[in-house]
């Protein structure tokens, strides 16, 4: 029978596009280059066939992460394939292969530059495959030469898992979602069950899409950035009806207690919540002032943009999730955008800023060296980057608060604490 399709592919806007959201400052890449890697890392049985050139199949297996290699199968198109009209030939063979040799639930067909120039339009192509009963499709047009920043892949990708679920058969009246947020050792399970609540579904970037699926079950979807997930936010609400809140990331005491008090006031028990967190959150907030006072006056030099790796903590709100954490903790912020430094990139960085609620002085950095220079003149304590500038911390004897380090909620604002008073012994 022929495929069935359940995804067309439609690419985001540019956020600089659409009305009231910054734009999208993080590192670029193409739509083929960002699904394979996202793909990459997702367990489940499915396939993805890459409709592109080999050497663009290429560039996306450079990450330990890689679930499954085998799962991947190339057209291995030429520009001479295309010119001779071979692409639609070479994309439905390479699909039949893939259902055949890997039996999967599911196949992703990611179409390349030179597939788009040849005008191959991968849902339809793959629409008229016949496969056996059971696969679905889910087809994504990369686009030709087009590229985007990660975090607008991460949006488009999250579009297609929610696109792929059913619709729910049955809501979890006391039920929330939580997408784009970090794991927590089950802090917030536990916090939730003591009035009542349950999460239906916590999909990470890495999760099967069985955890996708579970999302139209809920009541309430919370999400971490409506910027980030605005496909899955806007598909929730209208084909499935579940109404979403945005809510920060629970870094540091105060917004850990504003994640559990947003979701219950949701369900109108706002005190019992309260009440539910109390310990945790006194606990937490005496380590914090216990900080404060031991290292009054602090500078941390806070670096956004120094990697593409996929990972929430450096898209989520921009990469600026964890500023109120570190001034929570008393530090004076600087925040280094890694990038251009003309004043029309200055502007699109001070709306974010805005956008994003974050009052901090920032400077933008052209080069990795100018890390160094920029530490030994600042007078920072710390600098919060990834690990990979260790070096050019290290030139200016700035220790690293290493990106992907920080943990979220009230056990997280502790073992914060911890971490950070022992780089800075």
């Known amino acids: 029978m022929a495929a069935k399709t359940i995804g067309k592919g439609r690419g985001p806007l540019p956020r600089d596009e659409v009305a009231g959201r910054p734009a999208d400052l993080s590192q670029k890449c193409c739509a083929l280059e960002g699904f394979t890697r996202l793909l990459s890392f997702m367990p ?6 890459l409709h592109s050139e080999p050497d663009c199949a290429n560039l ?9 290699p085998s799962r991947f199968f190339c057209t291995n198109l030429k520009e001479n394939d295309a010119i001779a009209g071979r692409g639609r030939g070479r994309l439905a063979a390479a699909v039949r292969e893939a259902a055949a040799r890997r039996r999967p639930d599911m196949i992703f067909v990611i179409g390349g530059c030179v597939a788009s120039l040849a005008s191959d339009d991968v849902d339809e192509i793959a629409r008229t495959v016949d496969l056996p009963r059971g696969i679905r499709v889910v087809a994504v047009d990369g686009g030709a030469f087009r590229m985007y920043g990660q975090g607008a892949i991460v949006d488009w990708f999250a579009g297609e898992m929610i696109g792929a679920a059913p619709s729910s058969r049955r809501k979890k009246a006391r039920s929330t979602n939580l997408v784009g947020f970090a794991p927590d050792g089950g802090e917030t399970m536990r916090i939730l069950g003591r009035v009542g609540l349950a999460v239906s579904a916590w999909p990470r970037l890495d999760s099967p899409q069985e955890a996708w699926a579970g999302l139209p079950n809920a009541a309430l979807n919370v999400v971490s950035d409506v910027g980030l997930f605005s496909r899955l936010v806007e598909a929730l609400e209208t084909r499935h009806r579940v109404p979403s809140v945005e809510i920060a990331p629970p870094f540091g005491v105060e917004k850990a207690a504003r994640l559990y008090s947003g979701i219950g006031g949701f369900f109108g028990l706002g005190a019992e919540m309260r009440a539910a967190f109390r310990e945790e959150r006194l606990r937490a907030g005496r380590r914090v002032s216990a900080f404060r006072r031991r290292h009054p006056r602090r500078k941390l030099a806070y670096h956004v943009g120094g990697r ?23 530090f004076s912020v600087e925040v280094l955008f890694q990038g ?18 974050v009052d901090a002085p920032f400077d933008c950095l052209p080069d990795r060296i100018s890390l160094t220079r920029t530490l030994r003149c600042g007078g920072h304590s710390l600098v919060y980057c990834s690990d990979s500038l260790a070096e050019e911390a290290g030139a200016a004897s700035v220790p690293i608060v290493p990106v992907g380090r920080l943990a979220p909620g009230f056990a997280g604002a502790e073992a914060n604490v911890s971490l950070i008073e022992g780089l800075m012994r």
Do not use: Q
């Open 60 to 68: 996306v297996f450079h990450d330990s992460r890689v679930a499954d």
């Open 340 to 357: 251009p430094v003309e004043e029309e990139h200055r502007r699109r960085i001070a709306a974010l800023l805005d956008h994003h609620g």
């Open 308 to 330: 593409k790796d996929f990972e929430l903590h450096t898209m989520v709100r921009g990469g600026l999730a964890f500023v109120s954490l570190f001034e929570e903790l008393g």
């Open 44 to 49: 489940g049985n499915f396939a993805v066939v």
